[in-house]
């Protein structure tokens, strides 16, 4: 019977190794992937839309007390005043549209999330999914090798009498 020769173990070992810190920094990275998409998707739904729903508000507000300004200049007549006031609203006004427009932004992020964020993380998923069951099998296996490897290498057992 030939006998094979066993000698870099610790070869196989530091890759067993590597491959073990592999898998527990990409399962923290794709943790960090899932928790990030639940976050953007609660910032979506709370955080931004109630802020620039509270900012629209706010300014639109500002524009009514402007307009008010407004129509009291009218009523008594400051040509120079009104010019200016109408400057201001028509400054207000651009500036609610603008935010308006990132009102229809958020909402339109919120309708295609699932379509396009939900997809990919699934595939993140997917590869969580394999490193924890498939790669963890491969450690395994590795595992069972260097076992292996390591009595052969040792050789036989004396044989008692």
Do not use: C
């Amino acid at each position: 019977m030939s006998q094979a020769n066993v000698t870099d173990i610790e070869a196989l070992e530091r890759f067993r190794s590597s491959l073990i810190l592999f898998l527990e920094r990409a399962g923290l990275a794709l943790d960090e992937v899932g928790e990030e998409v639940k976050r953007t998707r609660i910032w979506l739904q709370t955080e931004q839309s109630l802020k620039l729903a509270h900012e629209r508000k706010r300014r639109q507000r500002e524009l009514e007390q402007l307009e008010q300004e407004m129509f009291t200049a009218r009523l008594s007549d400051l040509a120079q005043k009104k010019t200016g006031m109408q400057m201001q609203i028509n400054k207000k006004r651009r500036e609610i549209g603008e935010l308006e427009e990132k009102i229809r932004a958020v909402k339109g992020w919120l309708r295609n999330f699932d379509s396009v964020v939900e997809t990919e993380a699934r595939q993140a998923e997917k590869l969580r999914q394999h490193l924890d069951i498939e790669m963890a099998r491969a450690v395994i296996s590795l595992t069972e090798s260097l076992r292996q490897l390591r009595g052969y290498s040792e050789g036989p057992e004396p044989v008692s009498e």
